[in-house]
């Protein structure tokens, strides 16, 4: 069964320092891998994806993330975090079934941005 | 690119009117569109996949008399919360996939709170 663990409940960093967001899965065949942000009582944006090739992917707001296949990571890290990173920050994986797609999620890591 | 819209953005009801909330892909064509639950503080669960002009799948343990998903166009699905009690209160947040893309992204909806008194 599909399953994804985000072992940070909440992490504090402070403006500038740079961030780290764990993210470990357990599926069965290559995942498809996703990051979202979500700020208080929005919806989820795409941050980021990993579907195949290089595992290291770029994404919007100088985001980027590492696929592992050895260690079943997909880390989320920014170089330089911004206040408006604060968010709540959820890694999922994609699963076929049926023929259709659909995500599971982890928990979900809070982030709080001190000055 | 890859806008989805939720109607209303919040709804206020009293318990055993029904509600229905809307999900529209506004520049893309959507076959397949997803109905998250999510609580407080805690990460998505998946209700259903609503496939156009077809029966929605539900996941297990989703009463499908009690949430009814039409996906009537491909632009359009609508979840409908019907006898709606004070345990259904929720955030709830539907997402959508481009079927010109024919790749595995979802984009969601900003998301419908519901509070049933």
């Known amino acids: 069964a599909q399953s994804v663990t985000q072992p940070d409940i909440h992490i504090t960093v402070s403006e500038g320092a740079s961030l780290e967001l764990r993210c470990n899965y357990s599926y069965g065949a290559t995942p498809y891998l996703f990051w979202y942000v979500q700020s208080p009582g929005q919806g989820l944006q795409l941050l980021l994806k990993y579907f195949s090739g290089d595992t290291l992917v770029q994404g919007i707001k100088g985001f980027e993330a590492e696929f592992k296949r050895s260690q079943s990571s997909f880390n989320l890290r920014k170089p330089s975090v911004h206040w408006s990173d604060a968010a709540e920050y959820f890694c999922a994986v994609g699963a076929v079934r049926s023929g259709a797609n659909n995500l599971f999620f982890g928990t979900g890591t809070r982030l709080t941005v001190i000055p | 690119g890859a806008v989805v819209s939720q109607h209303p953005s919040w709804v206020i009801c009293k318990s055993g009117t029904s509600v229905k909330i809307e999900c529209r892909s506004l520049?893309?064509?959507?076959?397949?569109m997803f109905w998250y639950r999510q609580f407080p503080k805690q990460s998505l669960m998946l209700m259903a996949t609503?496939?156009?002009?077809?029966?929605?799948?539900?996941e297990q343990g989703v009463e499908k008399d009690k949430f009814l998903i039409n996906h009537a166009s491909l632009t359009l699905s609508t979840l409908t919360v019907t006898s709606a009690h004070p345990e259904d209160s929720s955030f709830y947040i539907c997402?959508?996939?481009?079927?010109?893309?024919?790749?595995?992204?979802?984009?969601f909806g900003p998301g419908t709170r519901l509070l049933v008194l």
């Open positions: 609503s496939n156009e002009g077809s029966k929605a799948t539900y």
């Open positions: 520049d893309f064509q959507a076959t397949t």
């Open positions: 997402s959508a996939r481009d079927r010109m893309t024919g790749q595995e992204t979802q984009y």
